[in-house]
C-alpha cells in the first residue's frame, strides 16, 4: 500500500481551513487524479508538480496516482497546494519518508525547475494553521517574512523542491524564517503643507478623533485633495491585533510588498473615478478578492471628485459604511472581508467646476443634478459634510512656518482617542463612530436637556434623520473629547449640527 498525506490550508477571504493531502499509488494506467472539489488552478498543477519533481533529479512515480483534498466539500482555490501535492507524492512513492511530511503545513506554489515561489493569503493562512494547532509550517522564501510575524508555531523556508526533499531525508535542516524587521517609516504628506482653511482643518481634526466620515465640497484649488490625503498623518498607528488584521487583507488581495511586514499605519486606499463597483467593494472570479473598501480597513478610503464616480458603484458603499463588513456571494459560496474605514469624499458644486460662482456656466438644474450623484442615504451615513472656500491670496502667500503640522495635530488626536477607548472599552468599542445609536440616545449618555434643545429643533424641521440624530450625537461626544470635558453640552451640540448640515443650530420654542 502506497500511502502518505500531508497538509496545506484553503482560503476563503481571510479565514483558512486546514486541508489534509492525501496521495494514493496503485496498479493501473499512468496518470494524476484530483477528488475533493480542486479549481481549475488546483488541477492546473498536475504538469507544473511534475516537471518540478523531474528537474530536481527525483523519479517521478510511473503509477496511477490519486489525490484527495479533504474535506472534500470545501473548495480549494490556487496554487499555494504545488508543495504539498508534490511531497506527498514523493513520500506515498518512498522518495522522502512518509513520516516526516506528515503533520506539515505546506504554502507555496512550484516553479517548472523546482523552485518554490510566493503565493497570496500566505499570512491569513499561517494564522489558520496555528488555530489547527499545527506546529510546523513550510513557505517561499518571498512570504518568509509575513508568515513569520505569525508566533506560536515553527515557519520554516526552502528555495527549492531539491532542498525540501534533502532535508526530509536527513540532510540539512531547513532555515527559520526571519523575524520581523520594522523598516523605516515612510513619511506622510503633513498639514502644514495646507494653505488656509481652518474650518477644514477643524472637520479633519475631528473626523480623525471620533473616526467619522467626512464630505469635502468646494471648488477646484481649495484644498480638498490635499486635506483628504493628509488624514492618516494625524492618525494614531494601528495596535498589534489590528495590523495583523490590515496586513492579512493586504497578503490575500497580494498587493503587500516583500519584506513589508506588519503594516502599522493606517492603509489610504484612493481609487479613480472610473472604478467598477467589483474594484471597490471586491469580486472577480471565484470567491472574490478584497476591493478598496477591504484595503482601506482600519484606514482612510479617499474618494476624489466623488461625483464622477457611477452612483451605484458609490451606492454601493452604503452597507459597509453601517456593517464594517463586505460579503461577496458567488456561485461557489459566500466569502467576507472587514472594511471598516473612514470614508472621505471631495466634489466640485457643479459640473464645470469654475472657481468662483460668477465664473459658473451651470445652470441652477445642472448643478442640482451634479450634486444628486451623491444619493440622499449615502450622505445620510457621512458625519461631516464641510463647505470649502477659494483660497485667500492672503493665506495662500503666508509664511508656511505659521501652520500647525501634522504631529501637533496627531497629539491631540491621540488624547481624544484615548479618552473615548477609555469611556468605551467596557463595551469593547475604540471610537466614537462605533457606537450605537440606542446607546448614545440612552439616558446614561445622552447630553443632557438644556443641550438638546437644538436637536430637538433640528429633528422638527426635519433638518436631520434618525440616522442623522445618531451621528450628531456621535459627534457631540468627540467635541467634548477633543476639549476635554467630560461630556457634551449646549456649544458641542450646536457645533456637531452644522458640521452635520451646514446650517446654524436653532432653539426650539
Known sequence: MALASTLSIALAGVSGRLVEVEADLSAGLPGLTFTGLADVSVLESRDRIRAAVLNSGLNWPNRRITVALLPADVRKYGSGFDVALAVSVLAAAGEVPAAAVAGVVWLAELGLDGRLRPVRGTLPAVLAAREAGVARVVVAPGNAGEAALVTGLEVLTAGSLGEIVLSLRGGAALAGAPADRAGQPVPLPDLADVVGQPVARRALEIAAAGAHHLLLEGVPGAGKTMLAERLPSILPELEPAEALEVTAIHSVAGVLPAGAGLLRRPPLQAPHHTSSMAALVGGGTG??????????????????????????????????????????????????????????????????????DTDCSCTPDARRRYRRRLSGPLLDRIDLQIPI?????????????????????????????????????????????????????????????????????????????????????????????????????????????????????????
Open 287 to 356: 470567491l472574490g478578492r478584497p476591493g478598496a473598501a477591504s484595503l482601506a480597513h482600519r484606514g482612510v478610503l479617499v474618494l476624489d471628485e466623488a461625483a464622477e464616480f457611477k452612483p451605484t458603484v458609490l451606492d454601493s458603499l452604503r452597507q459597509p459604511l453601517e456593517s464594517g463588513l463586505v460579503v461577496l456571494h458567488r456561485t461557489g459560496g459566500a466569502v467576507s472581508y472587514p472594511a471598516r474605514f473612514q470614508l472621505v469624499m471631495a466634489t466640485n458644486p457643479c459640473p464645470c467646476g469654475a472657481g468662483k
Open 389 to 509: 472656500d477659494p483660497v485667500s491670496r492672503a493665506d495662500l502667500l503666508a509664511d508656511r512656518d505659521g501652520r500647525e503640522p501634522s504631529a501637533v495635530v496627531a497629539g491631540r488626536v491621540m488624547a481624544a482617542r484615548a479618552a473615548a477607548r477609555q469611556r468605551w472599552a467596557p463595551f469593547g468599542w475604540r471610537s466614537n463612530a462605533e457606537v450605537p445609536g440606542s446607546v448614545l440616545r440612552s439616558r446614561a449618555w445622552r447630553p443632557p436637556r438644556a443641550a438638546l434643545g437644538r436637536l430637538d429643533a433640528e429633528l422638527e424641521r426635519g433638518g436631520l434623520s434618525a440616522r442623522g440624530c445618531d451621528r450628531v450625537l456621535r459627534l457631540c461626544w468627540t467635541l467634548a473629547d477633543l476639549a476635554g470635558l467630560p461630556g457634551p453640552g449646549p456649544t458641542e451640540v450646536a457645533e456637531a449640527i452644522w458640521l452635520r448640515t451646514g446650517r446654524a443650530a436653532v432653539m426650539s420654542a
